[in-house]
T-cell receptor, first 114, second 109 residues
Framework: NAGVTQTPKFQVLKTGQSMTLQCAQD?????MYWYRQDPGMGLRLIYY???????DKGEVPNGYNVSRLNKREFSLRLESAAPSQTSVYFC?????????????FGPGTRLTVT | KNEVEQSPQNLTAQEGEFITINCSYS?????LHWLQQHPGGGIVSLFM???GKKKHGRLIATINIQEKHSSLHITASHPRDSAVYIC???????????FGTGTRLAVRP
């Protein structure tokens, strides 16, 4: 099991450029999430997908779009990057089954927009 | 006021000390998570609680639903426990997590 994988790990963009962050999980989880983490603030939800074919806005969706391509993959797109989107982005999945660990996170993508 | 408050924000301990990190929340929840984030940035889920107490190794997590409060305890702390510990609550609908801002723990040898 690879768990939750994300690509790329690092990215530098110029203002106005676009890019897509990729996320995949191999645990057959229904729910997937995109968060951003900024210094001094907790993780904030950008978008989430409760199941294949559905997506919903989170706390900070402006400037982002998502696509739940299939049960495994959930991508995050920045159409026109802005310096305010400089952050660390985490993808996560949730399986809903019992056990000590239930929320699984990807390794993160460190994005800098200049 | 944030929905999830953690205390303390920063904590320094000597190796071997007993450590407590607190989390208070103000909304109805279906579960509470404790997460660990190491300096490398990766986030690992330590516990998911909906009632009572859970233990794994030197880590213990408790929750009091009536008081809307949870604690994470680390017994016999070790420098490798140095990390940011994050409390997160899952709302009653069960879909989304709301996160605290984390407690930065440094354990000195």
């Amino acid at each position: 099991n690879a768990g939750v994988t994300q690509t790329p790990k690092f990215q530098v963009l110029k203002t106005g450029q676009s890019m897509t962050l990729q996320c995949a999980q191999d645990m057959n989880h229904n729910s997937m999430y995109w968060y951003r983490q900024d210094p001094g603030m907790g993780l904030r939800l950008i978008y989430y997908s409760a199941s294949e074919g559905t997506t919903d806005k989170g706390e900070v969706p402006n400037g982002y779009n998502v696509s739940r391509l299939n049960k495994r993959e959930f991508s995050l797109r920045l159409e026109s990057a802005a310096p305010s989107q400089t952050s660390v982005y985490f993808c996560a999945s949730h399986g809903g089954s019992s056990g000590r660990r239930e929320q699984y996170f990807g390794p993160g993508t460190r994005l800098t927009v200049t | 006021k944030n929905e999830v408050e953690q205390s303390p924000q920063n904590l320094t301990a000597q190796e071997g000390e007993f450590i407590t990190i607190n989390c208070s929340y103000s909304v109805g929840i279906s579960a509470l998570h404790w997460l660990q984030q190491h300096p490398g940035g990766g986030i690992v889920s330590l516990f998911m609680l909906s009632s009572g107490k859970k233990k794994h190794g030197r880590l213990i997590a408790t929750i009091n639903i009536q008081e809307k409060h949870s604690s994470l305890h680390i017994t016999a702390s070790h420098p490798r426990d140095s990390a940011v510990y994050i409390c997160a609550v899952r709302g009653s609908s069960g879909d989304k997590l709301t996160f605290g801002t984390g407690t930065r723990l440094a354990v000195r040898p």
